[in-house]
């Protein structure tokens, strides 16, 4: 794509994919003070409030207990599962896969945050270029068919009579983005190339197709229906024919590329994850025109498979807003099987999973356009059923007296409640066998016994799993890394180096600084005062610490004042955000072999503080006294007049006192590995 072409589509491009240039510091840092963390991750998960902190089902990897932690008090996530931390920036990148500028201007988007920028060079537009060719296109797309559909004579006299014949209001036909493509073979790639868009581009999109030399558009003559990210991004379209054709499909997708993932995504999840996440349950349905005709009915919290069984990506975007999934199928035989398809998945994910199936002849969209909102509520309402149950009624219908069928049903409901967590639904594990055994007419310890084959079937599997996965990540992990997770997670003490140990300490100084440099200390005006007069720098070895301590002393000395937390978590440098995330974001709670062996207990009140700067600079203390028997050792080796060395081996002494003193008071071992050399 030529720099022209770029400029040309800047009109177009939606505005998180906007070329304009390097947008300003002061507009990043408008940006950083009105991002309120819990708001904006609150739009993609279910935050609970646990004290200060709100507690989550981690986004980024699967679990039933949540272990995803976000203070708002510092404006930083942490996962004490899978390591994940950063601040509201960098969230919305993880989530949503986006470049650091992208992720500020979505942010500066939801707040309404008009953003300066500078101009770009040719060069440097070309390199971002490369990243969000993608996007910008898809946006382009969704645009130039939806303006079609609203503005062009044969969008409105075919498509709108398609969406107004299907009963769509206007409103809904906006808030879905709902466009057309023409008729003619190539109008879409003609107008697409003429605003600077490459056909290799538009081929990977799925938009055009080469054929004997010539393009086509792949969408022609029909009808088109965006497919967006949780934050609205248009990942991919799905499209409609509207003429009858034996040879085309009814319904075509986007090919999978970089964006479009079939298997990560839901059609509806923007436009519904607000709905899902204040009413806590979630509708899944098939298709997207079920999906659209429920919002209009009122029913908003609803999302779509597009036909496809239900996948972990999938289960966890529901997973991270509700617990509670309802699926709505139609009542033939065909909607019965895709009802049955990822329920195991489900439960093994610690979805409650309730299954409506609507009467003969309807679907979602049919139903709700026929009854209403009150009257879809009570129906479901009336015949929710749970997995087991549904699986049970549609299974005895097929089995009859075949022993055979019998046999295969017992499994397939066995397997099914062994996905169960039977240390968290002890009781309604329980619940389902004594069903499943008095309706399949079997005795209740045999299924007990098969239940509990499948449950050590599956830990094997995933036992030699994750040994062949630790097999190839251990390489890649440090000791370092293993000290440092230790630490956060409040496990006991591993073996690490010496290094590993003083690199820790060392963060632990920088932590003391950020959290409590503002505090008052007895004799001193603050807690950093006390600290800048009793630690030499020349101890900190660890590059980023050093750099890090000296800026906050360089702000101190130049402001008058410490520096703020939100001056190390929004730092400009990323290596630096992502360390202060975790840093700042430490688990307090001590084990109990810790408590046991070493007479360490997690501390709360109001001088809490007070323990936590005396421990880290005994560190430091201690540290220093090493340092200055090693230099005194030297030169009583090297003096040849006896009385002085005389008077240095008493000074020795004295620090050998006050060496055993500082490990009387902390008796944390992390203080002997000084001596190990």
């Not at 919290?301 to 709505?328: C, F, Y």
């Not at 180096?497 to 409590?516: G, N």
């Not at 301590?549 to 008058?560: I, K, L, P, S």
């Not at 072999?593 to 560190?619: F, H, R």
Request: proline share 3%; net charge negative; hydrophobic share 35%.
């Amino acid at each position: 794509m030529t720099i022209e072409g770029l400029k040309q589509q800047q009109g177009q491009s939606n505005k998180w994919c906007n070329f304009a240039g390097v947008i300003s510091q002061s507009s990043i840092n408008e940006v950083m003070s009105r991002a309120d963390i819990i708001d904006v991750i609150g739009q993609f998960v279910r935050l609970k409030k646990r004290g200060a902190n709100y507690m989550a089902n981690c986004p980024f990897h699967n679990e039933k207990s949540p272990s995803f932690n976000v203070s708002p008090a510092k404006g930083i996530y942490k996962c004490f599962g899978c390591g994940k931390a950063g601040n509201v920036v960098s969230f919305i990148q993880e989530h949503e896969k986006l470049t650091y500028p992208e992720a500020i201007r979505w942010l500066a988007d939801y707040y309404k945050i008009t953003l300066q920028e500078t101009e770009r060079s040719p060069e440097q537009i070309q390199q971002q270029m490369a990243g969000e060719a993608l996007r910008i296109l898809n946006e382009y797309a969704a645009n130039y068919f939806h303006d079609y559909l609203l503005n062009s004579e044969e969008g409105q006299l075919i498509g709108m009579s398609y969406f107004k014949q299907r009963g769509f209001r206007k409103d809904i036909i906006e808030k879905f983005r709902l466009g057309y493509n023409a008729e003619q073979n190539d109008q879409f790639y003609n107008t697409a190339v003429s605003k600077g868009h490459n056909k290799e581009l538009l081929a990977k999109a799925g938009l055009i197709k080469e054929r004997n030399g010539f393009y086509h558009d792949v969408y022609r003559g029909r009808v088109i229906f965006p497919i967006q990210g949780m934050t609205g991004r248009v990942l991919g379209f799905g499209a409609r024919i509207l003429k009858s054709n034996e040879k085309a499909p009814k319904y075509i997708n986007t090919p999978e590329n970089e964006l479009y993932l079939k298997s990560k995504i839901l059609y509806g999840m923007y436009q519904s994850r607000n709905a899902i996440g204040k009413q806590d349950e979630c509708f899944l349905v098939e298709g997207y025109t079920d999906v659209i005709s429920l919002h209009q009915g009122g029913v908003e919290n609803v999302v779509a498979s597009s036909g496809t069984s239900l996948t972990e990506d999938q289960l966890r975007l529901i997973g991270q807003l509700t617990k509670n999934l309802t699926i709505l199928y139609d009542g033939d035989a065909a909607g019965i099987k895709a009802a049955l398809r990822g329920l195991d998945m489900a439960l093994g994910q610690s979805f409650n999973v309730q299954l409506v199936l609507l009467p003969d002849g309807e679907d979602p969209d049919s139903f709700i356009q026929k009854s209403g909102a009150a009257q879809f509520h009570e129906f479901v309402k009336e015949h929710k059923q749970d997995v087991i149950s549904f699986r049970l009624q549609i299974g005895m219908n097929e089995v009859g007296n075949d022993p055979v069928k019998k046999s295969k049903l017992v499994n397939e409901i066995a397997e099914s409640i062994s996905r169960i967590n039977k240390a968290e639904d002890f009781a309604l594990q329980d619940h389902y066998i004594r069903t499943a055994s008095n309706k399949l007419q079997v005795d209740e310890t045999g299924l007990i016994n098969l239940v509990n084959k499948y449950i050590r079937d599956r830990i094997d599997n995933d036992t030699r799993h994750q040994q062949r996965r630790n097999e190839q990540a251990a390489p890649q992990l440090s000791e370092e890394d293993m000290a440092q997770a230790a630490a956060y997670e409040g496990s006991e003490p591993q073996p690490a180096t010496p290094a590993a140990k003083e690199d820790l300490q060392e963060w632990a100084l920088l932590r003391v600084l950020i959290e409590y440099g503002h505090m008052v200390y007895e004799g001193y005006e603050s807690v950093a005062r006390l600290i800048e007069e009793r630690v030499d720098p020349s101890l900190l070895e660890n590059e980023m610490v050093l750099k890090l301590y000296n800026e906050y002393f360089d702000h101190f000395t130049h402001f008058g004042g410490v520096p703020e937390t939100h001056y190390f978590v929004n730092h400009p440098e990323p290596t630096v955000r992502e360390k202060m995330a975790s840093l700042l974001h430490h688990n307090t709670n001590i084990s109990h072999n810790w408590k046991e062996k070493y007479g360490i207990e997690s501390l709360n009140g109001a001088m809490t503080y007070v323990v936590d700067v005396d421990s880290t600079l005994s560190y430091f203390e201690f540290k220093k006294i090493l340092k200055m028997e090693e230099e005194l050792l030297k030169k009583i080796s090297e003096e040849q007049d006896p009385a002085k060395q005389q008077r240095m081996q008493m000074k020795f002494v004295e620090l050998r006192k006050m060496e055993k003193d500082i490990l009387k008071r902390h008796r944390q071992v992390v203080f002997k590995s000084l001596k190990v050399k």
